[in-house]
């Protein structure tokens, strides 16, 4: 991998040069102008699908440009990520220093883990500098409202309890999918919204950075879901929609190395939940509420939640490695932690039916298992949980086969001989999280959920 010194020395410029928004039959197209000097140039392209989609407010207008404007700059830093260059020139957009410092904030903590792994030391203060000498005013028309609600679809159980939490109020429930898999489309035809009600984007990554990485420039994880809340808000826009309303659970907000701030899940934590909010009324001026109506719960509770909801079972998926495919990989993090989530809700015959096997005999993803119970002190780098949740969710799968007298399965086996403890914390189930921002009118929704997921013991 490139040195990010060295890098810097060479390539000091990013600039973000412009956006289009071009209407065509059956579909809108964004793009935007990146470019490193002395490098190369970007140009990455999303689609949304129009044919099924009644678009009451101008594309390219005012506040579409406003939007789109910034989904670019969303978008930028995963280009800018590849040589990191110490300046960041805006050529299409105004950005005054308390935008600067916003967007700033999001790269900086979206980017802990790609710091982290690559093992680049920064600070927020010097890691880029945003410049803009665009003074241009957009003038913004009035917006026309529809009334309804998006919910983003990610294939999982969490979008598909907040799809079920919501069943009363479908007419007014729009879906909405970045780069549509099968799991997104089927858990929309199972919640009855039906596949003509999802708001469908497909979003490309431009060749010359998939060059960049084979090259051995910087690359990792950045702040994807920073792009989705501003793809969402520009649908929101488009569709007059007045709510997005997320699946993300209180525990986005864990950081994954113990004793520090990175975070795989940064932009699904509530600080950024706020934070967009923030920028949305401050600098775009558009009056769509952006909240998780999970946010008040933990992982152990969405999985109780979610283990009563059958007919999802079959149809989702939370794997990204198999993602492509539609399928569990069954050889990652990410897998293993779903299925010990639901371990003590669902019989190890049902678990194995969805998944294909018994995760917890896989022995060869032991150090995914340390990560995931607090034993390595680093917590993989997936949308997982936290260490509490899952040594509780063992902890009663264990007294479980303990119960039905059967022998534990390696991963339990090597659990109880590292930890020697099988205690239940069943206050994780009267868990709610009061740092939320669910609007009055939903707050119904969650209260129904906690009643139910409260009473676990």
Known sequence: MADFNELRKKYKTFIYDGYHIN??????????????????????????????????????????????????????????KCACP?????????????????????????LSELFYRNAIKTDIDSFVNISSDCDEIIQVGNVKSSGLSIVPIGGGKDSDVTLDLLSDIHDKVMGFTVNDQGARTEAAEVSGIGKDKIIRTLRTIDPELLKRNAEGFI?????????????????????????????????????????????????????????????????????????????????????????????????????????????????????????????????????????????????ELVNDFEGLTGLSGVKPFECIGTVDEVRTALNMTVLRYIKEDKNLPALLEHYIERTDDTTVDTGLFRYFNKENNIPEEFIKYAERMYENVSSVE
């Open 86 to 110: 110490q300046n960041f020139v805006v050529n299409c957009g105004k950005v005054d220093e308390g935008a600067a410092r916003w967007w700033k904030t999001l790269w900086f903590n979206g």
């Open 219 to 363: 690359n990792g994880h950045t702040p994807f879901s920073s792009v989705v809340a501003f793809l969402s808000a520009y649908c929101a826009y488009l569709t007059g929609s007045e709510n997005i309303i997320l699946s993300n659970e209180a525990s986005a907000n864990e950081s994954n190395i113990e004793g520090t701030q990175i975070n795989h899940q940064y932009s699904k934590s509530y600080q950024f939940e706020s934070d967009f909010n923030f920028y949305m009324k401050n600098y775009i001026d558009f009056d769509v509420k952006y909240f998780s109506l999970l946010r008040p719960f933990n992982e152990l509770q969405i999985a109780a939640q979610f283990s009563q909801l059958e007919k999802y079972h079959k149809v989702f998926k939370s794997c990204n490695a198999g993602s492509k495919k539609n399928i569990w990989c069954c050889n990652c993090a990410k897998c293993l932690f779903v299925y010990i989530i639901l371990s003590p809700f669902l019989s190890e015959e049902k678990l194995v039916d969805i998944f294909g096997c018994n995760m917890l005999e896989k022995f």
């Open 23 to 80: 209407e065509y039959e059956g579909y809108i197209e964004l793009k935007f102008d990146f470019r490193i000097e002395d490098l190369c140039e970007f140009h990455p392209v999303t689609k949304i699908i129009t044919t099924n989609l009644n678009v009451i407010n101008p594309p390219a207008g005012g506040m579409g440009k406003k939007l789109i404007f910034a989904l670019g700059m969303a978008e930028a830093v995963s280009y800018w």
